[in-house]
T-cell receptor
């Protein structure tokens, strides 16, 4: 069965510092991987996704993630945190081969300190 | 283009009462999802529709939960009777559909249910 593990339910960074949110997945077949962001009292919004091809994926708001098969990871990074990045971030996994359910991680709440 | 619209945004009820949530997906999206998001958790799928057909309802507690998507557009999720443990945010999402897992799901803002 597929699953995702997000390390750290809360992460705090200073404004302007590097953001690193960790995600490891478990899948017996090549995965599709997603990062979603959820602002308070809002639904989830897709930041970026990996399906096939280039392993470094760029998303919205300056975020990017790299698919590393050998490490079964899909960590989310941003070089310089902005106050507006404060939100909850969810990693999710699915896989190819017809319709497959998307499984979400438990989320990481990012706090940006001025 | 309007996004996924859900109503109400908030609902407070007493246990054993019924409650219903409504979702209008993005126009042209054939696939509709209902998720439940408990506090501090990620969304968990309750039911998925392809047009008007419920193709995955394996996680829907059928003793008290029901859903419908008449005419394959908007959808209603109902709980009757509600229990304390049903307190959560209920999210609706839609996607273009078809058997492509990489289809992007677009989420509504959710309905926050509090059962007292």
């Amino acid at each position: 069965a597929q699953s995702v593990t997000q390390l750290g339910s809360h992460v705090s960074v200073s404004e302007g510092a590097l953001v690193l949110l960790r995600c490891n997945y478990s899948s017996s077949v090549p995965p599709y991987l997603f990062w979603y962001v959820q602002y308070p009292n809002q639904g989830l919004q897709l930041l970026l996704k990996y399906t096939t091809g280039a392993t470094l994926v760029k998303g919205i708001n300056g975020f990017e993630a790299e698919f590393k098969k050998s490490e079964t990871s899909f960590h989310l990074t941003k070089p310089s945190a902005h106050m507006s990045d404060a939100a909850e971030y969810f990693c999710a996994v699915s896989f190819s081969g017809g319709y497959q359910k998307v499984t979400f991680g438990t989320g990481t709440k990012l706090q940006v300190i001025p | 283009e309007a996004g996924v619209v859900q109503s109400p945004r908030y609902k407070i009820i007493e246990k054993k009462q019924p409650v219903a949530f409504w979702c209008n997906p993005i126009s042209g999206h054939n696939t509709l999802y209902w998720y439940r998001q408990n506090l501090g958790q990620g969304p968990e799928l309750l039911i998925r529709y392809e047009n008007e057909e419920a193709v995955d309802d394996s996680q829907l507690p059928k003793d008290r939960f029901s859903a419908e998507r008449l005419k394959g557009v908007d959808s209603t999720l109902k709980i009757q009777p509600a229990e304390l443990g049903d307190s959560a945010v209920y999210l609706c999402a839609s996607s273009l559909g078809g058997a492509l897992a990489k289809n992007i799901q677009y989420f509504g803002a959710g309905t926050r249910l509090s059962v007292l």
